[in-house]
Nanobody
Framework: QVQLVESGGGLVQAGDSLRLSCAVS????????LGWFRRPPGQDRAFVAG????????DIDESVRGRFTIAIDNAKNTLYLQMNNLRPEDTGIYYC????????????????WGQGTQVVVSS
């Protein structure tokens, strides 16, 4: 069993930065994939970035590539999403999740989810 708690969301202006954190409890294995998803208003959840618990195998969606980075601190059992040069279209609820087999790109591949943290980017 894995529990996830996101934090770090907020209201910012376009061009600002935020760092989201996801505290992971339980006993993840190195083969587990951790992903960040976001749900824009009125839309489905979509993949943003992912990384293996071992710290390798990162993937970044092309919509945020060059602006967002994903990292993991195994000593702190914490996953991060650094978001720079934020745009209004980045607005949404951001979730972290665990895929026990891979870094998947689809929500159904992820078994464990946090409650989400809200990010609002004003223009």
């Amino acid at each position: 069993q894995v529990q996830l708690v996101e934090s770090g969301g907020g209201l910012v202006q376009a061009g600002d930065s935020l760092r989201l954190s996801c505290a992971v409890s339980g006993r993840p294995l190195n083969t587990y994939g951790l992903g960040w998803f976001r749900r824009p208003p009125g839309q489905d959840r979509a993949f943003v970035a992912g990384i293996l618990w071992s710290g390798s195998g990162t993937d970044i969606d092309e919509s945020v590539r060059g602006r967002f980075t994903i990292a993991i601190d195994n000593a702190k059992n914490t996953l991060y999403l650094q978001m720079n040069n934020l745009r209004p279209e980045d607005t949404g609820i951001y979730y972290c999740a665990v895929d026990r087999e891979r870094v998947g790109f689809l929500p159904f591949q992820y078994e464990f989810w946090g409650q989400g943290t809200q990010v609002v980017v004003s223009s």
